[in-house]
């Protein structure tokens, strides 16, 4: 009986301690490593007039926005975002760059 109710105790105050932040990070603290692992460069296309990009499935073009990230830039195999005041940049994998 006593290491039932132990078990319950842990589990129940266990489970409340995983919306814990971190004390000694500054509020200020922002992470782009989550924007950077939802966000998926699929392809460019650079062309005289236009440049565009495909990330997650959604062509964007420079200025647009995706999952709350404003595109700043496209470039020959990357685009530079912006998100929540930081700039991250997505980079196409070496394999799926096509040189033409």
């Given at each position: 009986m006593f290491k039932?109710?132990?078990i319950i105790l842990l589990v129940f105050f266990g489970a409340q301690c995983w919306g814990l932040q971190d004390p000694t990070r500054p509020a200020s603290?922002?992470?782009s490593a989550s924007v950077d692992a939802?966000?998926?460069?699929?392809?460019?296309l650079l062309g005289p007039e236009r440049k565009v990009a495909v990330i997650n499935g959604k062509v964007v073009a420079?200025?647009?926005?995706?999952s709350g990230a404003q595109v700043i830039a496209i470039g020959k195999n990357s685009v530079r975002?912006?998100?929540r005041g930081e700039t991250v940049e997505l980079v196409l994998r070496v394999t799926a760059i096509r040189q033409e």
């Open positions: 039932s109710v132990v603290f922002s992470s939802t966000l998926t460069l699929e392809s460019v420079e200025g647009d926005s995706v975002l912006r998100h």
